[in-house]
């Protein structure tokens, strides 16, 4: 047994997982939130004391911590050192709310456990594959460079994670994959062969699909009629970030309450479904031609995991471009990584589950020695 301690340290919270990076195997978890907050712990510091009262004997390996932007610097798991420190708070201009985060976990556990080796794994890394004319925008080539405007994508470790169980499953690791992860933050990505192409998570993720709170893709021009309007750069920040998405057209933020809305007649709701819909539609086909076909559709997270009428909303009436769902393996409710399409259907069809603390501990092991590499 390799025991991983994995940290997601956040603003005001560090969720914490202990695992065996051998097997995935959960030994323990916890989260301590309202750092900073009276009655609670006051800074991240005494939030990992607090932790490590609670692991009791037991001893981690290797410490795996969630970097959320490694920039185009980070393009894998990266070991822990004071320069990687200095990098990844250099990096804090593109997620000013994250990576400062992340750091006083990363802080904090150095102090808590003198000794063992602490490992970056960043959202950003397995994106690093895009070619130039992916991860380009069309903006002034010389402002785009002097702030690292470009695009980097995100939810790199669930889709690192997913491609894998999906390869194993089509039994090929030359696969073309269009995968969906559906979360209360959601993208898409094409992956050929392991390697990501596109993705629909931007500099920020602001981008692409229609999540929980944030807007996804919409017109910058939007922005500067607000602005003309008396909107405040903060302003239009929570607007596109925090009011807008399924909670910004229904006041609902989870999918499941849209969608006992929209059951019950709901017109509002209905709409934001569509909405939502419209859009997984719309990378769908963007992707199946920047892939020049797929082998496999695939979809993890909240929502796809557990969304049958999310799945078929995305692939209905796909059947003359190979996507044939079976109506009854899609509705049945399991755990497992599993097909979901008609045995027939020349473009597979999956589900399946991610786990992001999993995929954190193999890279952090394996980058340390503990695992042979993946
Ligand atoms: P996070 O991005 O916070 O890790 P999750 O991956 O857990 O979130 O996904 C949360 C989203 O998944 C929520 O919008 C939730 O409504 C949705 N979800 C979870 N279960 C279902 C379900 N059975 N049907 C529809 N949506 C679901």
Redesign the pocket.
């Known amino acids: 047994m390799t025991v991983a301690f994995i940290v997601n340290s956040g603003s005001s919270s560090i969720k914490w997982e202990l695992l065996d990076a051998e097997s995935g195997a959960k030994l323990r978890g916890g989260i301590v939130e309202r750092i900073g907050e009276s009655g609670n712990s006051p800074d991240h510091d005494a939030a990992m004391q607090s932790i490590l009262g609670e692991l009791g004997d037991v001893h981690p390996s290797v410490i795996g911590h969630r970097v959320v932007h490694g920039g185009s610097v980070f393009t894998a798991a990266t070991l822990v050192t004071d320069d990687v420190i200095a990098a990844i708070d250099e990096l804090s201009a593109l997620a000013p709310l994250h990576n400062p985060a992340n750091l006083a976990g990363i802080r904090a556990a150095l102090a808590a456990f003198p000794g063992v080796p602490n490992v970056a794994v960043f959202d950003t890394a397995f994106h690093q594959t895009l070619a130039p004319e992916a991860f380009t925008y069309a903006v002034d080539a010389a402002t785009a460079h002097e702030h690292g405007i470009r695009r980097y994508g995100f939810h790199g470790t669930s889709y690192q994670f997913v491609s894998g169980v999906a390869a194993r499953l089509l039994g090929r690791d030359d696969a073309k994959l269009i995968v969906f992860?559906?979360?209360?933050?959601?993208s898409v990505a094409a992956i050929n062969a392991g390697r990501s192409v596109e993705t629909s998570m931007g500099m920020t993720p602001l981008e692409g699909l229609v999540m929980?709170t944030r807007s996804g893709d919409i017109d910058p021009g939007v922005l500067f009629h607000l602005g003309r309007a008396g909107a405040t750069l903060e302003e239009l920040d929570v607007l596109l970030n925090r009011r807008s998405g399924?909670l910004g057209l229904t006041g609902m933020?989870?999918?499941?309450?849209?969608?006992k809305a929209a059951a019950s007649g709901d017109a509002t709701a209905v709409l934001a479904l569509e909405v939502y819909d419209h859009r997984l539609r719309h990378y769908l086909g963007a992707y199946l031609v920047l892939l020049g076909g797929a082998d496999a559709i695939v979809f993890?997270?909240?929502?796809?995991?557990?969304?049958p009428?999310?799945r078929a909303a995305t692939v209905r009436g796909l059947e003359s471009f190979g996507i044939v769902l079976d109506e009854a393996l899609n509705a049945a409710p399991s755990k497992d990584a599993r097909f979901v399409s008609s045995a027939d259907s020349p473009v597979a069809v999956l589900v399946v589950p991610?786990n992001e603390e999993f995929e954190i501990a193999r890279q952090a092991a394996a980058l340390v020695g503990l695992l042979p590499d993946s």
Do not use: K
């Not at 993890?300 to 969304?307: K, L, P, Y």
């Open positions: 992860h559906l979360g209360n933050g959601a929980g399924l933020r989870d999918m499941r309450d849209v969608a993890t997270a909240g929502a796809g995991e557990n969304s009428a999310t991610t």
